[in-house]
Structure formats: structure tokens, C-alpha cells
């Protein structure tokens, strides 16, 4: 089955800096989702990136797609507090469920 | 439009006893998604309705659980005899058909806690 691996599990940055999360697969991506969840909350859809080598942006949030690596970055800018929370990402292997990995962990200090 | 629905938000219960879980989807959507989420994990598929029918149960840990989806709208997720292994946040997600590329529309959760 597919597993999903997600790097760092944790990360606390300084507002204002850069930070970038991963995420990669053991199979063949067809779809890699990114979403954000706080605590208390459910998940809260940021992109979908389907082709190799897709980019997309949603304000300050960059997501990345290599199909090659079977690999998909998360780029935030400027952090700002509101960043702070749990970010997911979600594929599916051919026709199967969707597999989500296990988190990172973003808190931004002022 | 408002989005997933899920009651209740916390459900504390004893071991053995029976619970339900409701989902009411965004309107329009026909696939309705059931995740568990342990802490510390992502969510974990547990069933998937493709109008009534459930099209995949594969996720389903056991038959202590079960999903029905009658009118093809709201989904009541139902767990007999508890254990406290089943302890963890339920999800509720939606999308308008159940294509790879339909993005899920998560809910807020059902945090149930066995004692």
C-alpha cells in the first residue's frame, strides 16, 4: 500500500522567515493534496496538484509537484502566525483511497 | 454555502457501550469519505459512499463498525460495543463525485473518547 512520508515532523520558525515542508511517496503519485488543520478543526483544503513538475500559489503558500521523486514541497513566505498549525498531504496510488501522511507540525513565534 | 457538518463535536462514552456519528455533507456532493484520526497520525480511510451505496469498506477495522448513507445524503457512522481503542477524532469528508481529482471537503470531527 501507499505510505506517505512527511519531513520535518515538526518545525518552529521566526515570523517572517521561509520554511519548506515535503512530503514523498513510496508509489506513483496520480494527485498529491496539501491541507492545513488546526487543533479542534478539520482539515482545511489548500491545493491539488496533479502533473508532474505543477506548481500552484495561494498567497504565500507555493506547492510544488516532482513526479519523478515522487515528490511534492510546500513553500510558505514571509511566515506570519496565522501559518502556525498541522499541514497534511494526501495522494492517491491509481484507484485507491486517499492516503494521507502523517503531518508537520508549523509553529511561527513572533 | 455551508460546508460539512458533523455532530456531535465530542462524544464521551463507556467501554461496550454503542455510539453514533452523523455527517451531513456540502449539499450536491454524492461522495461521502469516513477517516479516523489518532493522535499524532493522519486521518485513516475507513469507508466511502458513492450515493447510498458504500463503495469501498475496506478501511472498516472490524464489524463492530458500520456506515449507512440511506437518501444518499446524511451518513450516520455507528460503532457497536466500544473499546477504548477506538478513541480518536472521526472525519467526515465530501466531494462532488468520487473522482481522483475531486477535491474532499473535510468536516470539523467527532472527537470520541472511550473509557
Known amino acids: 500500500s501507499q505510505e506517505l512520508e512527511q519531513s520535518p515532523q515538526s518545525l518552529i520558525v521566526q515570523e517572517g522567515k521561509n520554511l519548506t515542508i515535503n512530503c514523498t511517496s513510496s508509489k506513483t503519485l496520480y494527485g498529491l493534496y496539501w491541507y492545513k488543520q488546526k487543533y479542534g478543526e478539520g482539515l482545511i483544503f489548500l491545493m491539488m496538484l496533479q502533473k508532474g513538475g505543477e506548481e500552484k500559489s495561494h498567497e504565500k503558500i507555493t506547492a510544488k509537484l516532482d513526479e519523478k521523486k515522487q515528490q511534492s514541497s510546500l513553500h510558505i513566505t514571509a511566515s506570519q502566525p496565522s501559518h502556525a498549525g498541522i499541514y497534511l498531504c494526501?495522494?492517491?496510488?491509481?484507484?485507491?483511497?486517499?492516503?494521507f501522511g502523517k503531518g508537520t507540525r508549523l509553529s511561527v513565534i513572533a | 454555502g455551508a460546508g460539512v457538518s458533523q455532530t456531535p463535536s465530542n462524544k464521551v462514552t463507556e467501554k461496550g457501550k454503542y455510539v453514533e456519528l452523523r455527517c451531513d455533507p456540502i449539499s450536491g456532493h454524492t461522495a461521502l469519505y469516513w477517516y479516523r484520526q489518532s493522535l499524532g497520525q493522519g486521518p485513516e480511510f475507513l469507508i466511502y459512499?458513492?450515493?447510498?451505496?458504500?463503495?469501498?469498506d475496506s478501511g472498516l477495522p472490524n464489524d463492530r463498525f458500520f456506515a449507512v448513507r440511506p437518501e444518499g445524503s446524511v451518513s450516520t457512522l455507528k460503532i457497536q460495543r466500544t473499546e477504548r481503542g477506538d478513541s480518536a477524532v472521526y472525519l467526515c469528508?465530501?466531494?462532488?463525485?468520487?473522482?481522483?481529482?475531486?477535491?474532499?471537503?473535510f468536516g470539523p470531527g467527532t472527537r470520541l473518547t472511550v473509557l
Open positions: 469528508a465530501s466531494s462532488w463525485t468520487s473522482g481522483l481529482t475531486d477535491t474532499q471537503y
Open positions: 459512499f458513492q450515493g447510498t451505496g458504500a463503495a469501498d
Open positions: 494526501g495522494a492517491h496510488s491509481g484507484n485507491t483511497p486517499l492516503v
